[in-house]
Nanobody, 117 residues
Framework: QVQLVESGGGLVQAGGSLRLSCAASGSILFSIGAMGWYRQAPGQQRELVASLDTVGNANYADSVKGRFTISRVNAKNTVYLQMDSLKPEDTAVYFC??????????WGQGTQVTVSS
């Protein structure tokens, strides 16, 4: 049974930091593939903001580059997202999943991040 459990969200002021965690289980894709953090703001499509493969190659959306850092512990199928210098436009529900997400259609509930100005 596939499980994706995101945590660590909350309410923070602009300029603050949060660290998101994702525990993934139930699919070999979580061990052998690239993992990513996605976000979805109200009325907008879900977008990929950061990805990381198993050998340490990371990619970031331009909107978060230099502020967010993705990491993973392969042995635990756990993925993290360190978010610094948060902006109100970072407000969204954040999800983790494999990259590309078309490989694994199940999504967790996500974790809400709200950044106040």
């Amino acid at each position: 049974q596939v499980q994706l459990v995101e945590s660590g969200g909350g309410l923070v002021q602009a300029g603050g930091s949060l660290r998101l965690s994702c525990a993934a289980s139930g699919s070999i894709l979580f061990s052998i593939g690239a993992m990513g953090w996605y976000r979805q703001a109200p009325g907008q499509q879900r977008e990929l903001v950061a990805s990381l493969d198993t050998v340490g190659n990371a990619n970031y959306a331009d909107s978060v580059k230099g502020r967010f850092t993705i990491s993973r512990v392969n042995a635990k199928n756990t993925v993290y997202l360190q978010m610094d210098s948060l902006k109100p436009e970072d407000t969204a529900v954040y999800f983790c999943n494999v990259v590309p997400a078309s490989l694994q259609k199940y999504w967790g509930q996500g974790t809400q991040v709200t950044v106040s100005s």
